[in-house]
Nanobody
């Protein structure tokens, strides 16, 4: 079972990035998929989660209206579209999967499988 996150990079404030998370070794469309991030010196925090079907999403207040998560189960991939990026969005971003029976997983302990993280740096 593996999650491979990609798409991070350096972008100016106000810009956009799209992260991808490709899954292998699991029945992807039976899991919720979440995104977390960890800034230097801070705890890892919840960003977004999407249902197995893609018809339900939930976001942290700090990214609501700027970030969108969506998935393509045919490609076993979930995405995080990040627009209007701010310097404070700088962090390592992680994708993870949670069992579909979890109602709205926002805690790290609710997730079973984690990707390796991808660095997003937003410059002013």
């Amino acid at each position: 079972v593996q999650l491979q996150a990609s798409g991070g990079g350096l972008v100016q404030a106000g810009g956009s990035l799209r992260l991808s998370c490709a899954a292998s070794g699991l029945i992807f469309n039976t899991y919720k998929s979440g995104w977390f991030r960890q800034a230097p010196g801070k705890e890892r925090e919840f960003v977004a989660v999407i249902s197995w079907s893609g018809d339900s999403t939930y976001y942290a207040d700090s990214v609501k209206g700027r970030f969108t998560t969506f998935r393509d189960n045919a490609k076993n991939t979930v995405y995080l579209q990040m627009n209007s990026l701010k310097v404070e969005d700088t962090a390592v971003y992680y994708c993870a999967t949670a069992p579909s029976w979890r109602a709205r997983p926002t805690l790290e302990d609710e997730y079973d499988v984690w990707g390796q993280g991808t660095q997003v740096t937003v410059s002013s």
